[in-house]
């Protein structure tokens, strides 16, 4: 009967209402808005902004193999879908969240490569707006779907590395 009710209730996964690639791309916004208001002026060394384009490409290759991930266990990416399994294998081997640390890598390594020190700073409020809008109901979810088997994975493996 519990089991009939959390399947029931598995219509809409955890329940996340804003999708977090959209927060970091809000707050990315807002950066550039900050920018334009309050500009920094800082020019990075070649040396540096390449590294930023090379961190921007590194998240892009790291998003497209974790997308791939979850179309071959067949459950969903999107934190508003149901999840058929917990992931723990590749880098949920290191971290319950490497979609999320993924996302960060394009703000810091944009803000590298265009010298923009408020594109760099967005990542922190991204994260923390994730982890509330995201994160905690994820978590939630995954613990009353999985039970004890999602409870010793988050034992295992820590939320962000």
């Known amino acids: 009967m519990e089991m009939e ?3 029931e ?3 809409r996964g955890a329940g ?3 999708p977090p690639p959209l927060i970091y791309i809000l707050f990315m916004l ?5 920018e334009l208001l309050l500009p920094i002026g800082i020019t990075f060394a070649p040396v540096i902004t390449y590294t930023g384009l090379a961190l921007v490409i590194t998240g892009l290759i790291v998003l497209l193999s974790l997308l791939l991930q979850f179309k071959r266990q067949k459950t969903a990416i999107e934190p508003w879908q149901p999840t058929s399994s917990i ?3 590749g880098l949920y081997k290191y971290s319950r969240n490497p979609v999320y640390l993924a996302l960060c890598t394009i703000p810091v390594g944009l803000g590298l490569y265009f010298s923009h020190i408020w594109l760099i700073t967005s990542v922190i409020p991204s994260c923390v707006c994730v982890y509330y809008v995201a994160i905690r109901p994820e978590e939630a979810y995954l613990r009353r779907k999985f ?3 999602y409870i010793r ?5 820590r939320r962000w590395f």
Do not use: F, P, R
């Open 5 to 7: 009710s959390v399947m």
């Open 9 to 11: 209730k598995d219509v």
């Open 147 to 149: 039970g004890d088997e």
């Open 16 to 18: 996340v209402k804003i």
């Open 87 to 89: 992931i723990k294998t």
């Open 30 to 34: 807002l950066a550039h808005v900050n």
């Open 153 to 157: 994975y988050q034992k295992q493996v």
